[in-house]
């Protein structure tokens, strides 16, 4: 008598947990790279001086003051031109956070926060419905006047407990009911 004779168990398992394991892989990955790479690099030194070498650090201003790398509630942080992308930053896993329009304004700290809030997105729902239902979505989105109330970024919002205040254009009536049933739904598939 097998409790899942079918095998479909233990592949769901793995999916879900998919997002935890690539959350910590990454955070420790970049940790060790940075310490390493500290080694013959003043700048990446002292970007993690500035956090203290706490991978937990929580100060977003420490975080946007960085030249190259650091860390944000656990999750590793790339600063760089991202020109190539309309300076948009993003998250999967890493933050990568743009150098040229994250500055250490209300803005940007929320900009550090609702990127966190896709790192908590992921560890939740995991990699394979992350792609598709949280990262596509946010790339083929970006230019609409709505972008911070679609389901899939005011839920990121709601987890890092960004109010929407500083954003171009303010959330709309009840876009955080309806993410919250974007990310019931989405879990539940």
């Not at 899939?152 to 954003?167: P, Q, Y």
Request: glycine share 10%; proline share 5%.
């Amino acid at each position: 008598m097998y409790l899942d004779p079918s095998g479909e168990l233990g592949i769901l398992f793995w999916l879900a947990v998919s997002g935890i394991i690539l959350c910590a892989s990454t955070s420790v990955g970049g940790y060790v790279a940075a310490a390493v790479m500290s080694i013959w690099d003043e700048d990446i030194r002292k970007d993690m001086g500035r956090i203290g070498w706490n991978p937990f650090n929580s100060d977003e201003s420490k975080v946007i003051n960085s030249t190259k790398v650091s860390f944000y509630k656990g999750q590793f942080v790339i600063r760089a031109d991202l020109s190539f992308i309309k300076n948009r930053s993003f998250s999967v896993g890493i933050m990568f956070l743009d150098t040229i329009s994250t500055k250490d304004t209300p803005y940007g700290r929320d900009t550090v926060r609702h990127e966190w809030g896709h790192f908590i997105q992921l560890g939740i729902v995991g990699v394979p419905k992350f792609i598709g239902f949280f990262a596509v979505p946010s790339m083929l989105s970006g230019n609409s006047s709505i972008y911070y109330s679609l389901p899939w970024e005011r839920s990121a919002d709601l987890f890092c407990g960004v109010s929407g205040s500083n954003w171009p254009y303010p959330h709309t009536p009840n876009s955080g009911l309806y993410s919250i049933f974007y990310l019931i739904g989405v879990f539940g598939i």
